[in-house]
């Protein structure tokens, strides 16, 4: 190793370690850039699946329909399930129209309950039917039927069905007009197949329509529809937010920055008497440069991991408080931070130094 | 430090506001109230298939419509459409007939407003013509329903019901049905000034267990503030007294659902503000960390001139505490146009900025720049004078 180099070295680990805490402050504060930087973008990019998720919660995103008076391929549930992504939830529905006890016409629905209960998780139920004749009876439909031991009887074209309510649904929809029942049971009792899968397919706006393509090629006598109005209002809230997230992220990562830049400038401004000395010991503008630099660039290495680990706990926190679930951290991010704390430390530590080289050592040592 | 504050600022102001913008976003859902008679029929509809008109005989009054901006949250009324159905004999066919505002009119005392579906569902979209005239007459033929007739129908063409507007794509059981103003299927239906439903976009506060409680059961007290907030129960509550004989219902799907959305995105945005803020913090206690350093020479001058430790204490005090003032006021300001352009640029509206918030900032700022620079204070006092003065320290 060459003097010159284990002089560079000496001086740098001299300048890092032996000024006692000053190293300190642009440490912390490239840490805290680092951290806010790093929270931001996670945020960012984590923020649109969990909106979407949200947005889960409203239910089927797409329907699947029989041509008006037919009922669907007696594989189409399978089929569905198998062309579309994972995570998707296809709950079949069969319809008919039942007599009650007092005449009037009501819909029935046959349905897999276990699985409407995690589509539509908004319907006001006390509990949800598991047995095969449990039932789910509408508030509107109720004052129609008339109870009897211990339930309440259907007709349908001369055949009776004894059923159990488990409870009424409220929805503030057409569900409230209707009676749901298991449909293993509904099919032996009337033997009319379903007609009707509703799908709930996760994602963006993008996932759903190439879903949607997939269930046209699929099943091309069949009437496969977006449900316009949930994919418009997510659509419009996730375009929205994203451009608020960017906003957000733009403006604190540059005050941040500004901050950071300000106090590392002057942190290296204190330092003019040491740049004096070495120049007038006879060191070159790149050599001193580099020393500066090099402490620069090794506080900013170390704050940048600092901030990288600090920032993804602090997404995480905060979409854990807010959405109850984490964001996972994004190594993606990490080379980014990287570059802007480097970039920051570096610029921050240069620009005064080309400030210095204006004035003669000898004027920065006598004080002035 | 300026700009810290502005940030602060603009991103709490954002944060506060957001909710409420999302909230109009979300509204493009469509309804998320229903209001119907008390005593209509069971409705027995199925998909497109329909066996009977909706209610047999029980109806609402179309000249009560106006009203519902008279309730009072009417200010939180964003949209609202009546409809009425009925069947008719069309192409040898049997189809529905939905009778509704498009973008219709209104008066209530001295203020007009319009409303109807086009704001209602701004998912409706009319292809190969324009909307109808709710005063004019028009025809929106469902685009099912027009494949299914295999007839060549276009824009101009005289039907039964009026000439064709447009067709009309939605989704829905729309599309496989005419729809019409409402005074048409009122003729057509011989109900004059009859409604079956009508469907509301209201601005609602997502729910939480007082909304849940039943009115019925609570005390003056708790009543009157469950009534004054703008819950979508509430809401219903209001509606239903304006229209007599009627039920007035959330729609759960939509008012469930968008609470959740938007206490989640408010929730974040003022978690976000909360972690800029403790940044803004830190970095500029860093700032005033380097500054004070830099003036240890008259730290040490002051105290061989025989000042306190509390003097000078309370001299960098003052100084910061200014600093911090005046940076508040400016930030304020600043962070107001900042928030202002955010809102312009993403949502095309003003972001409301509270004066109540200017205290809250200017407050912040004096905690941070006190807080930022109290180490570094006791640092500086900490210095021996003769130290300092030689130029050694």
């Not at chain 1, 740098?12 to 006692?20: D, E, T, V």
């Not at chain 1, 296809?90 to 006890?101: E, G, K, M, Q, R």
């Not at chain 2, 972690?275 to 700032?287: D, E, P, Q, Y």
């Not at chain 2, 105290?303 to 005046?326: C, N, P, Q, R």
Request: aromatic share 8%; with cysteine.
């Amino acid at each position: 190793m060459s003097l010159r180099r284990s002089m560079f070295l000496h001086l740098l680990r001299r300048g890092l370690l032996g000024r006692g805490n000053r190293p300190l402050i642009a440490f912390i504060a490239l840490t805290v850039a680092a951290t806010m930087i790093t929270a931001m973008l996670s945020l960012y990019y984590g923020l649109e699946s969990k909106l979407n998720r949200d947005f889960r919660a409203y239910g089927a995103n797409v329907t699947v329909a029989a041509p008006e008076g037919n009922v669907l391929p007696a594989d189409a549930l399978e089929n569905a399930q198998h062309v579309l992504p994972s995570g998707s939830l296809v709950v079949p529905f069969a319809f008919a129209i039942a007599h009650a006890s007092d005449g009037s016409a009501v819909v029935v629905a046959g349905t897999d309950f276990s699985k409407l209960q995690s589509l539509d998780k908004w319907w006001l139920v006390s509990k949800w039917a598991t047995k095969d004749n449990e039932s789910i009876v509408g508030v509107k439909a109720e004052p129609h039927i008339s109870f009897a031991n211990g339930g309440f009887d259907l007709n349908f074209s001369g055949r009776t069905f004894h059923l159990i309510e488990a409870t009424t649904v409220k929805t503030g929809a057409e569900e409230e007009n209707r009676i749901y029942v298991s449909l293993p049971a509904f099919e032996r009792w009337t033997g009319v197949q379903p007609s009707l899968l509703e799908i709930s397919v996760p994602g963006a706006r993008e996932q759903v329509n190439s879903a949607i393509q997939k269930l046209q090629t699929a099943f091309p006598a069949m009437q496969v529809r977006p449900v316009r109005q949930l994919l418009e209002a997510q659509g419009a809230v996730i375009t929205r937010m994203r451009s608020v997230m960017l906003a957000s992220t733009l403006l604190i990562t540059l005050t941040v920055a500004l901050c950071v830049f300000s106090t590392l400038t002057s942190s290296v401004l204190e330092r003019r008497r040491d740049f004096a000395v070495m120049k007038a010991i006879g060191s070159s503008q790149g050599t001193v440069n580099g020393i500066f630099a090099g402490e620069a660039l090794v506080i900013a290495l170390v704050a940048a991991f600092a901030g990288y680990l600090v920032g993804s706990g602090l997404a995480a926190w905060i979409s854990e408080a807010n959405f109850h679930a984490a964001v996972s951290p994004r190594i993606g991010v990490l080379p980014l931070v990287i570059a802007c704390s480097v970039a920051l430390a570096v610029l921050a530590a240069l620009l005064p130094l080309a400030q210095l080289q204006r004035i003669e050592p000898a004027g920065i040592l006598k004080g002035e | 430090m300026i700009l810290g504050v502005a940030v602060a600022t603009a991103m709490i102001a954002v944060g506060v506001d957001v909710g409420d913008k999302i909230n109009r976003e979300l509204r493009s859902y469509g309804a998320n109230i229903v209001v119907y008679p008390e005593d209509a029929a069971l409705d027995v509809r199925v998909g497109d298939q329909h066996i009977k008109p909706a209610s047999g005989g029980a109806h609402l009054k179309e000249s009560d419509l106006p009203r519902i901006k008279g309730i009072f949250w009417g200010h939180n009324i964003l949209a609202f459409a009546p409809f009425l159905e009925t069947t008719t004999e069309f192409e040898g066919h049997t189809v529905l007939v939905i009778g509704t505002y498009f973008d219709k009119q209104l008066h209530f005392g001295n203020e007009a407003f319009r409303t109807g579906v086009r704001k209602l569902y701004p998912w409706w979209k009319v292809e190969g013509g324009v909307w109808p005239d709710d005063e004019g007459g028009g025809v929106l033929i469902g685009s099912r329903l027009a494949k299914e007739l295999h007839r060549g129908w276009e824009q101009g063409n005289l039907t039964p019901l009026g000439r064709v507007s447009g067709f009309l794509t939605t989704g829905g059981a729309e599309d496989m049905a005419l729809v019409v103003p409402l005074a048409v299927v009122q003729k057509l239906a011989n109900e004059p000034n009859a409604v079956d439903k009508i469907y509301v976009s209201a601005l609602t506060k997502p729910e939480d267990a007082f909304a849940r409680r039943d009115p019925s059961r609570m005390d003056a007290a708790d009543h009157d503030r469950w009534y004054c907030s703008p819950y979508a129960n509430s809401i219903a509550f209001q509606l239903q007294e304006t229209f007599p004989g009627s039920r007035a219902e959330q729609i759960r799907q939509a008012a469930q659902n968008e609470g959740a959305v938007l206490s989640h995105i408010s929730g974040m945005m003022l978690l976000i503000a909360l972690a800029s803020l403790i940044a803004a913090a830190l970095a500029v206690s860093a700032a005033m960390a380097t500054t004070i350093l830099e003036r240890r020479r008259e730290v040490g001058l002051m105290k061989s001139l025989g000042a306190t430790a509390t003097t000078i204490a309370s001299l960098f005090v003052t100084e910061a505490s200014l600093l911090a003032i005046v940076a508040g006021l400016v930030g304020f300001a600043l962070g107001s146009v900042i928030a202002q352009r955010i809102g312009h640029a993403i949502f095309h509206s003003g972001v409301e900025i509270t004066p109540a918030l200017l205290p809250i900032v200017i407050f912040l700022a004096l905690l941070v720049t006190i807080g930022g620079s109290a180490a570094a204070i006791r640092r500086a006092l900490r210095l021996d004078p003769v130290v300092v003065l030689r130029g050694d320290a």
